[in-house]
């Protein structure tokens, strides 16, 4: 997957803070969720309850080591999801800047590629010297949200 101001950042060496580092680690988490084609056309309850251990399995099997990406917290994946969709839609900027966060975390590909899909299924034509600017605003709105729905589930 291309993120392109992950990479700028990571190439200017300018280092994340902790924040940064785990809304980024939690937006990957969401687009890994996204992405699993087991999911495409069923409810996020069933992904859920699929990632639930069952106790009734036995534990004494030996776990296989992937060297993979890590697996999917579908809890944390489900906030995201709420959050993203609590994104404000109704300003053109905003409905921009949500789109692309989606397309940028839930889709592999270049720009180019972002670009086509947020043309041809969101009617949404963005220029690449915005889309930095875009993605950053959307993901300062979506921080937003995450914060003040853990906020909710841990009654504050």
């Avoid at 200017?12 to 939690?26: F, P, S």
């Avoid at 905003?94 to 899909?117: E, L």
Wanted: proline share 5%.
């Amino acid at each position: 997957m291309v993120l392109r101001g992950l990479q700028e950042r990571l190439e200017q060496g300018k280092r994340m803070n902790a924040e940064e580092k785990i809304l980024e680690d939690r937006l990957l988490n969401w687009g890994r969720w996204n992405q699993d084609p087991k999911r495409q056309g069923r409810s996020p309850l069933c992904a859920f309850m699929e990632a639930v251990p069952d106790d009734d399995k036995d534990n004494d099997v030996p776990v296989e080591r992937h060297d993979g990406p890590p697996p999917v917290d579908v809890k944390d994946a489900l906030l995201v999801q709420r959050a993203w969709q609590r994104l404000p839609a109704t300003l053109d900027r905003y409905r921009k800047a949500k789109m692309v966060v989606g397309v940028a975390y839930c889709y592999s590909g270049s720009f180019m590629d972002m670009r086509y899909m947020l043309r041809k299924h969101h009617r949404i034509n963005v220029h690449e010297k915005e889309f930095d600017r875009l993605l950053d605003m959307g993901k300062k709105m979506l921080c937003n949200n995450i914060l003040k729905l853990d906020q909710s589930q841990k009654g504050l």
